[in-house]
């Protein structure tokens, strides 16, 4: 038997219609950000990297910028070309990270948005170097789940202790300063800067249960696992919820920098 990992890139395949209704979007003030700290503007190029469903690629086409989605994951692209079809500038590009088929020096920007940490960061760095025109710039967007700023959000990140199938092993918060070094490159935390922004989402029980099997690490309907953790959601959310609803808040982390 193989003791090959299974390929990332399809690991959201069975929860693209969750995915499309209750991820997050990234909120406005990333462009702000942006705009101040790198000099991003509307006639800006962009490579949106492991692009999905198109979230945080509609974050820069309501700038006005080109977009070049590049997602290897047919099930996620393809909703995310039905979703984007009204913006002109939207370019779908089957790809991967490591290979891009983009031309060279052909965009001023490289983004990924909660997609980083599935890539090959040697071989991405690679990539993302040879698309980069010079003085480009490499974004890292993540949108990070508070884990206990409130009662809900602790009792929701045990649910998820309990019954992830690789909670632990997948989220976000494993990626480290090295891990980033790669990409960017030099010896010190430096090669990149890190800002946050604030951003939330406000569900009642059926978005909250969507979001919650829109992750790739819950248990699908077939596993043993699925139906208690759906019990104990319906659990936390009577305890928590106030007229109805309950809140995910989240710190929108946005990383960037040249690669060196």
Do not use: K
Not at 90 to 100: D, K, L
Not at 122 to 133: D, G, N, P, V, Y
Not at 216 to 229: A, E, F, I, K, W
């Amino acid at each position: 038997m193989s003791d090959r990992q299974p390929d990332p890139t399809h690991r959201f395949s069975d929860r693209v219609e969750n995915y499309v209704l209750y991820r997050p979007a990234y909120p406005a003030g990333v462009i702000d950000v942006l705009a101040r700290e790198t000099g991003l503007t509307p006639q800006s190029e962009i490579a949106d990297i492991g692009s999905g469903t198109g979230i945080s690629s509609e974050l820069f086409l309501r700038n006005g910028n080109t977009v070049f989605g590049v997602e290897p994951n047919t099930e996620m692209r393809e909703p995310a070309e039905r979703l984007l079809a009204a913006y002109p500038r939207f370019h779908s590009v089957p790809a991967r990270a490591e290979a891009t088929t983009l031309r060279n020096a052909s965009v001023d920007y490289v983004t990924a948005g909660q997609a980083f940490h599935w890539f090959d960061p040697q071989l991405a760095r690679t990539e993302f170097a040879r698309i980069l025109r010079p003085d480009g710039w490499a974004v890292l967007l993540w949108n990070a789940r508070r884990l206990d700023s409130t009662p809900f959000l602790r009792d929701y990140d045990a649910m998820l202790e309990r019954y992830g199938t690789d909670y632990r092993q997948v989220r976000h918060q494993h990626l480290d300063a090295a891990r980033l070094r790669a990409l960017f490159g030099g010896e010190r935390d430096s090669a990149f800067q890190h800002r946050t922004l604030y951003n939330e989402q406000r569900f009642d029980f059926e978005g909250l249960r969507g979001r919650l099997l829109s992750s790739s690490y819950t248990p699908t309907v077939s596993h043993p696992g699925y139906l208690p953790m759906l019990r104990e959601l319906r659990r936390i959310f009577d305890e928590y919820a106030e007229d109805g609803s309950v809140t995910i808040q989240y710190d929108t982390d946005i990383y960037f920098g040249h690669i060196v």
